[in-house]
């Protein structure tokens, strides 16, 4: 698989096609909106909806997590969809297989699981953006201090990429603006929003176990 490196106030982000970003210099991993869970969310509306939809997700998770042995792994915010349902328990089993890795989660608008669920020893959460060197980490936008790249998810992001002969495809992609870096949904059960593009915004797509640059600048900050 082809990631596609940038470089921000001396640490190189390296932006992966499992969705991520890897930050070697300090073996921190950066997941956005894994929405875990949801599938029984919706089971419980009554759709029918099977929970294998999350299976891809834990063999990517793991596959990620075997192979840079992180020693701090960031959840920028809904790493669970919304109410409780029995998932959550499966979720912290999944964590217990990778002792040497820190699991840490931004909350998220979809992060409300009671105070109680969120006091396990193999997580900690962060209720607030908290800073890491000069990068702030959170899980909606949040425009940095000078100096400072905001990396976040809650968005959702992708992009129409358009051929000659009328062909239109939609994929995910990392979203750069105004100091603010936004991954893609790391669940497949999520979706995502076409971002409107400005002037000296960058776009980096997912294709094909591929980061394919599409609007992007050799060195960022």
């Keep these: 698989m082809a990631s596609v490196s940038f470089e921000f106030g001396g640490l190189e982000l390296a932006l992966l096609p499992e969705k991520a970003v ?107 953006p908290i800073a890491l060197g000069s990068l702030l980490l959170s899980h909606e936008p949040c425009p940095p201090p000078e100096g400072f790249l905001n990396i976040c998810g809650h968005i959702h992001p992708g992009i129409v990429l358009k051929g000659k002969a009328k062909q239109r495809v939609r994929i995910p992609c990392f979203y750069f603006s105004d100091d603010i870096l936004v991954l893609p949904s790391f669940g497949n059960f999520t979706g995502f929003a076409l971002v409107e593009l400005k002037k000296n915004d960058f776009i980096w797509g997912i294709a094909e176990g591929s980061v394919i640059p599409i609007l992007s600048p050799p060195v960022i900050g």
């Excluded at 920028?76 to 969809?81: E, R, T």
Aim: aromatic share 14%; proline share 7%.
């Design 22 to 128: 890897w930050i070697k210099q300090l073996s921190v991993l950066l997941i956005a909106d894994l929405h875990f869970g949801k599938a029984a969310h919706f089971r419980k509306s009554g759709i029918p909806i099977p929970e294998k939809v999350h299976d891809q997700d834990y063999i990517q998770l793991n596959s990620l997590l075997s192979r840079h042995s992180p020693k701090q792994v960031y959840f920028l915010g809904d790493l669970f969809h919304s109410s409780w349902n029995d998932q959550w328990e499966t979720l912290l089993l999944f964590f217990g297989q990778f002792p040497n890795s820190t699991f840490h989660l931004v909350v998220g608008n979809h992060d409300i699981l009671p105070a109680e669920k969120y006091k396990d020893p193999k997580l900690q959460v962060h209720p607030n």
